[in-house]
């Protein structure tokens, strides 16, 4: 069973960037749809982005499309969520998920494995 870790959470004002990553163990993440979602307190979690096992295809959620930019790279076992332009509403715990899925997802249902979630906080 693929365990999943996320880094890179932190603090940033308003238009800045942060790059979060998401580590795999446990077992290779190369055949999986993998995908990153976001809880804002008092919120549900929704959706981010999502890219397919090879990286050939990804899809966006309309908030963030345009200023982030999901990428993988499997020999590491990693995925990678690059944001730009922050706003105060991307402030989130933001997580990382893996589908057994074909091609990209973005229903939350489909990911059976996630991981513990990192802070972002965006100051105005």
């Given at each position: 069973?693929?365990?999943?870790?996320?880094?890179?959470?932190?603090?940033?004002?308003?238009?800045?960037?942060?790059?979060?990553?998401?580590?795999?163990?446990g077992?290779?993440?190369?055949?999986?749809?993998?995908?990153?979602?976001?809880?804002?307190?008092?919120?549900?979690?929704?959706?981010?982005?999502?890219?397919?096992?090879?990286?050939?295809?990804?899809?966006?959620?309309?908030?963030?499309?345009?200023?982030?930019?999901?990428?993988?790279?499997?020999?590491?076992?990693?995925?990678?969520?690059?944001?730009?332009?922050l706003?105060?509403?991307?402030?989130?715990?933001?997580?990382?998920?893996?589908?057994?899925?074909?091609?990209?997802?973005?229903?939350?249902?489909?990911?059976?494995?996630?991981?513990?979630?990192?802070?972002?906080?965006?100051?105005s």
């Amino acid at each position: 069973q693929v365990q999943l870790v996320e880094s890179g959470g932190g603090l940033v004002q308003a238009g800045g960037s942060l790059r979060l990553s998401c580590a795999a163990s446990g077992g290779t993440i190369s055949t999986y749809t993998m995908g990153w979602f976001r809880q804002a307190p008092g919120m549900e979690r929704e959706f981010v982005a999502s890219i397919n096992w090879s990286g050939s295809s990804t899809r966006y959620a309309e908030s963030v499309k345009g200023r982030f930019t999901i990428s993988r790279d499997n020999a590491k076992n990693t995925v990678d969520l690059q944001m730009s332009s922050l706003k105060p509403e991307d402030t989130a715990v933001y997580y990382c998920a893996a589908s057994l899925y074909y091609g990209t997802q973005a229903m939350e249902g489909k990911y059976p494995y996630w991981g513990q979630g990192t802070q972002v906080t965006v100051s105005s």
